[in-house]
């Protein structure tokens, strides 16, 4: 972690591992997307199995997981 998200989310895709796709801007390394197509903040995982929010800002919905925020699908 501690990439930055790609500016543009469909761009080409360079990198593929087991947290998604990878781009270049810059010439760094950013993320696309997660390989689920769950959005995903920076520091932030998707919520596995939290359904009920905690919180919700302009991004979406946030639960917790094992005492730490995730983003809800």
Do not use: P
Not at 2 to 24: A, R
Not at 33 to 46: L, W
Not at 54 to 61: P, Q, S
């Amino acid at each position: 972690q501690g990439y930055k998200c790609c500016s543009d989310v469909n761009g080409t895709t360079y990198f593929t591992d087991s947290d998604g796709e990878w781009g270049i801007e810059n010439n760094e390394w950013c993320f696309l997307h997660e390989k689920d197509n769950c959005y995903r903040r920076v520091g932030y995982k998707c919520c596995k199995s939290t359904t009920m929010n905690v919180y919700a800002d302009e991004e979406g919905y946030w639960g917790v997981e094992n005492g730490k925020w995730c983003y809800i699908k």
